[in-house]
């Protein structure tokens, strides 16, 4: 990089904190919006230097999502909250079936917070974005006083365009269609709470934090009548088939059987009294489409290499409860339920 | 995943359902009732109904810790925070509980109050180190399942002369509220045959200590481990005994259970607890010799005592039918509240809201059998 004349001494990245000046919309913010945000993830439209960055949407349906990071702790095995604030906000862009665009980022920074833990998550985020090749072009930067943030909140706003002819809703689940899953749940929620203080066990599970739009693409080419996706992040799988019976004003019917969740997660659940259905992923989907397209669906997303462990979960039923049951490993029949109350504060 | 597996099997629990349906006689009823809840939701949450000939039910019982705490235990936890200040230590199953007025821990948060959830009594001993110029007290609640760590958490802290820690202590005894529940059992009380008998409870007092179901109330018992399999293979041993004239405590949790039980358990909670001349069982009411106190030696640690507390009377909501369902005389959809005004996110009760409540295995797992919800597809 080559020197700023406006900031003859640099930002001290490796014993530095953040300090209110940081937030303070002068030479300081600057300094450090040139030294962290902008030397990591520069690109052109980044680089116009105005408050907002200008470009030309391509033609087509555009779509707009938004999401706040406030997971702890910052770093877990597999990800962090930089890519985790990438990967959040473009999959829920491409959850509409859409090829996703650009990202905006907003930051809260807590003063005091390291510099060098700042930089580490700014790169993860600029890692993320390009090798999604989705750059992140306008951003935002305040400063909290010491005690009133947690490290760092991050903010992302994603805008992307949908291809011609898919129409990709959650209220469009229909009675016989086919309900899909990109591979194993709860790895996220297990990863993140394997490094939490207060609970610290040993697990060989990895944060499954990935951007789905390639995957996305791949299937809404090869079967462009799908009816839903969703990533069931918070929740978990439980709570998105939920929200998606409640939209589309049906029932499902899931086997506990088919649904891939791997041995550490069982055993990390079994252990801390949770329900893997319940737990967060960050870089699974689910997927309802015709019953007669389930198998080309289901052959395209296990040709994929982030869901080569997809299955096929269940279908949809009408039911004016809308409830969402399960047969379990057992060969009986249970209700799997919204999430009620707080399983997993601050998971993503 | 070992060891959950196997005992999770759908081929087995087929064989199992097989031999139970060929086991029961058409001709008369099985009574079952299953002390814990431990047991209440594996039924529900693998279906195990499901695998029963309709002769043969699972009434569900008391043994929900969070559920058989009066209201009034959690309004002092509340004033503990709120009056005097202090970092109250807590299982997450209580965060939701409802106190009175339907207060509850969690909205004590909210409002400011220092309460933290912790996964064991080590967190608690943790935060009481890590801060020295607070008051930290430990919400010590549950049967003799999670008595022996707190213990080990009393004699921690009086060892370390960690003179900031204290306990709340509500840990209360599974046979006085057994014997309860068979003493009242009959026309008047809970019809039942016979008894699927505490798992992990029983890994620590023994099999030996339900010697008095049969002796006295003559109802066999089968001691029977959380998994679906161990709960069909004890219904099935029930109904062998039962339909055999036979009435004994059989153990079908021989993998963990013992006839002495856990000793060195029962010598550390010898040694730090003394039981309390009576204590109030939400739904059983006031019990004799049924609840356990620090022992003197430990008196400082005793959070009553250090803090003083006044509750005034704390009433349940009117119809909240939690006492008759955890005598087991009701099911929770005789309850007029039940999915009408009080369901998991907006509990009435505490039968509703812990993760052992029956109310909360009917609402969570299994609204559609009833009626009302029953669908045309299922």
Not at chain 1, 116 to 139: E, F, H, K
Not at chain 2, 60 to 83: E, F, K, N, Q, S
């Amino acid at each position: 990089m080559t020197t700023d004349r406006r900031f003859p001494v640099r930002l001290d990245l490796r014993h530095g904190t953040v300090d209110m000046s940081h937030g303070a919309g002068g030479r300081a913010m600057a300094q450090l919006i040139a030294e962290v945000f902008q030397a990591h993830l520069d690109n052109d439209l980044l680089r116009q230097g105005n408050d907002q960055a200008l470009f030309t949407p391509p033609p087509g349906r555009l779509v707009m999502s938004t999401d706040g990071h406030v997971v702890s702790p910052l770093f877990f095995p597999g990800g962090d909250i930089g890519c985790l604030s990438v990967h959040g906000t473009i999959n829920d862009v491409a959850m509409a079936g859409a090829r996703p665009l650009y990202l905006a980022a907003g930051f809260i920074l807590e003063e005091g917070f390291s510099l060098q833990d700042l930089v580490r998550i700014v790169a993860s985020m600029a890692a993320a974005a390009n090798a999604a090749s989705v750059p992140v072009i306008t951003g935002d930067t305040k400063v909290v006083e010491r005690g009133k943030g947690d490290g760092v909140f991050i903010t992302t706003t994603g805008v992307g365009v949908v291809p011609e002819g898919v129409t990709i809703s959650g209220d469009l689940a229909r009675p016989g269609d086919a309900i899909l899953i990109s591979g194993s749940l709860g790895d996220h929620g297990v990863a993140v709470l394997s490094r939490r203080e207060n609970l610290g066990f040993e697990t060989a599970i990895r944060s499954d934090t990935a951007a789905l739009h390639g995957l996305v693409a791949a299937m809404v080419a090869a079967v462009p009548d799908l009816h839903c996706l969703r990533d069931p992040t918070r929740g978990g799988l439980a709570t998105t088939l939920n929200e998606l019976t409640y939209q589309s004003g049906v029932g499902m019917r899931i086997r506990e059987s088919a649904i891939p969740v791997h041995s550490a997660v069982v055993a990390a659940c079994e252990l801390l009294g949770l329900d893997p259905l319940y737990v967060a992923n960050e870089g699974k989907l689910v997927a309802i489409c015709p019953a007669a397209r389930a198998a080309e669906l289901l052959a395209v997303m296990r040709a994929h290499p982030l869901s080569a462990a997809a299955s096929l979960i269940g279908e949809v039923v009408a039911d004016p409860h809308r409830f969402v049951q399960m047969e379990t490993t057992l060969g009986g029949s249970r209700i799997v339920d919204w999430l009620a109350g707080e399983q997993l504060p601050r998971i993503c | 995943m070992k060891y959950i597996d196997e005992f999770r099997d759908r081929d087995l629990a087929r064989g199992l359902a097989a031999a139970i349906a060929a086991a029961a006689d058409p001709t008369r009823q099985y009574r079952l009732i299953e002390f814990c809840g431990g047991h209440t939701h594996a039924i529900f949450r693998y279906g195990i109904a499901d695998l029963m000939p309709t002769n043969v039910r699972c009434i569900h019982g008391p043994g929900c810790p969070v559920c058989v705490l009066p209201m009034a235990r959690i309004d002092h936890a509340i004033a503990l925070a709120t009056r005097h200040g202090v970092t109250l230590c807590t299982y997450a199953d209580l965060m939701r509980v409802p106190a009175g007025e339907r207060r509850t821990l969690l909205k004590a948060k909210a409002a400011g109050a220092d309460i933290r959830m912790i996964y064991s009594t080590q967190d608690a001993l943790r935060i009481a180190r890590e801060n020295p110029g607070r008051q930290v007290v430990f919400f010590a609640i549950g049967f003799e399942t999670t008595t022996p760590p707190t213990a080990v958490a009393a004699k921690v802290a009086k060892a370390q002369g960690l003179n900031n820690f204290s306990i709340f202590c509500n840990h209360v005894l599974t046979p006085p509220a057994l014997r309860t529940i068979l003493a009242t059992a009959g026309p008047q009380g809970v019809r039942l045959d016979g008894i699927l008998g505490p798992s992990h409870v029983s890994t620590v007092i023994g099999s030996r200590s339900y010697g008095f179901v049969p002796q006295l109330f003559g109802k066999p018992v089968v001691i029977a481990g959380f998994e679906p399999l161990d709960v069909m293979q004890s219904i099935l041993m029930l109904i062998r005994q039962l339909n055999e004239g036979r009435c004994e405590v059989e153990n079908q949790y021989t993998r963990a259970v013992t006839p002495e039980g856990n000793r060195k358990a029962q010598a550390l909670m010898a040694e730090v607890f003394r039981p309390r001349e009576t204590f109030e069982w939400r739904g059983l009411g006031f019990l004799p010799d049924s609840a356990l106190r620090l022992a003197d030696d430990y008196a400082n640690l005793d959070a009553e005592r250090r803090f003083a507390v006044t509750i005034g009377e704390v009433r349940e909501v009117k119809g909240c039918e939690c006492p008759a369902i955890l005598r087991g005389i009701k099911e929770p959809t005789d309850c007029k509240l039940f999915g009408t005004v009080c369901t998991p996110d907006n509990p009435m009760g505490s039968c509703m809201v812990s993760s052992e409540g029956a109310c909360a295995a009917y609402w969570s797992y299994g609204r559609f059998r009833e009626p009302g919800f029953r669908s045309a597809t299922v």
